[in-house]
């Protein structure tokens, strides 16, 4: 850790992991990424009570959708923590850095609340 980075630990849920180590900044870019695949039965799930509401709100925008098939191969500009197995993962990343990940769509009640304290862990400025 660098004298100006600090540890993001999002490790209080069994579904929500990861550790980093970065200075926030209000300039940096922060995308949530979605990691999906075809036939995904919790990936349409997603796209169908989640998916047209996201950008419209305070994490949609704090956090704009960036969506990669996890079969894709081309993801040079984004640093994983570690591999991908799950669809669908959602990945907060902080200038193509991974802060923090949700593995699993847990319903849209608990979805809301699990993303919104990855975002504030990931000491990110919110959106307006």
Not at 59 to 78: F, K, S, V, Y
Not at 84 to 101: A, C, H, K, Q
Not at 117 to 123: A, D, V, Y
């Amino acid at each position: 850790m660098n004298t100006k980075g600090q540890f993001i630990n999002v490790a209080q849920s069994s579904r929500t992991h990861s550790m980093f180590c970065f200075s926030p900044d209000s300039g940096a870019e922060t995308r949530l990424i979605m990691v999906e695949e075809a036939g995904c039965v919790w990936c349409a799930r997603w796209n169908e009570q989640i998916g047209p509401i996201y950008p419209k709100t305070p994490e949609g925008r704090t956090a704009p959708l960036r969506r990669i098939d996890i079969h894709a191969t081309q993801t040079d500009d984004l640093n994983f923590t570690s591999s991908l197995n799950f669809t669908p993962t959602f990945i907060l990343m902080v200038d193509g850095l991974e802060v923090s990940r949700l593995e699993g769509y847990p319903g849209e009640d608990f979805f809301w609340g699990l993303l919104a304290e990855m975002i504030s862990n990931s000491k990110v400025s919110w959106a307006k």
